[in-house]
């Protein structure tokens, strides 16, 4: 081990961090003296790399409502509500059983880690592509994603889509949300099969009617 004790030390240990303060500036003071870049957003896309982790795409009819995701956030900002345990329909390709009475994240402490999307069983959460959410208070930071789901979305939307005029690139981003374009299940590409899965899962009686209807085949068997 080497010795940092005495006036070599001293100067030693004055060199190393003028050093690395030079090395971890490096970076910084390229872009210093580098070209100014600016980028017209909205008018144009902002570049997101593909592994860019956004706000959430949450498919609900898929969700069993384990609450791994809960347990695996380091943040806890992650709630869940059920009316009963659900299990994946494997023919169906949706979860059946109880209904979600709630999903929310509460982005004023999510820190987009996406260890809550690594976690999930069903792969029915994702990391989205969505970077422009704001909101003037720390309620509205939380999304509901059940409510959500009713309205037939499985994401939050930013106020531009609220706008009549939106951009070339945002309107196709608005077209891709409505059409389930991120979606990665057998219901992709049927959006109004994908909503109705998305009524049922928020249906207690919906799901009721599907276990009576089991029972009766029993029966009858
Ligand atoms: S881990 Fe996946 S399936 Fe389980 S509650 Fe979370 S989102 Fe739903
Ligand atoms: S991204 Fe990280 S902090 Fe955010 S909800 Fe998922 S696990 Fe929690």
């Not at 969700?63 to 299990?87: F, G, H, L, N, S």
């Not at 999510?110 to 959460?125: K, N, R, V």
Request: proline share 5%.
């Amino acid at each position: 081990m080497q010795d940092n004790t005495g006036r070599t030390g001293y100067f030693l240990n004055i060199w190393r961090t003028v050093y690395t303060i030079l090395v971890g500036m490096r970076v910084s003071l390229k872009y210093c003296f580098g070209k100014t870049v600016t980028v017209q957003y909205p008018d144009v896309p902002p570049v997101l790399q593909p592994r860019y982790r956004g706000f959430h795409y949450y498919e609900i009819e898929r969700c069993i409502a384990c609450d791994q995701c809960a347990r695996a956030c380091p943040v806890d900002c992650i709630y869940i509500e059920k009316t009963a345990p659900r299990k994946v329909d494997k023919e169906k390709g949706v979860a059946v059983g109880g209904a979600m009475e709630r999903y929310a994240i509460d982005y004023a402490k999510c820190l987009f880690c996406g260890l809550c999307c690594e976690t999930c069983p069903t792969s029915c959460l994702h990391m989205g592509n969505i970077h422009d959410m704001s909101a003037y208070t720390r309620e509205d930071m939380i999304v509901e994603f059940a409510e959500l789901a009713r309205e037939g979305w499985q994401t939050p939307q930013p106020l531009w889509m609220e706008k009549e005029h939106v951009g070339d690139w945002a309107s196709k981003r608005q077209q891709d949300w409505r059409e389930f374009a991120f979606s990665n299940d057998n219901l992709s590409g049927d959006p109004v099969a994908r909503r109705q899965a998305m009524l049922d899962a928020l249906d207690p009686e919906k799901m009721a009617v599907k276990k009576v209807k089991k029972e009766t085949k029993k029966d009858s068997e």
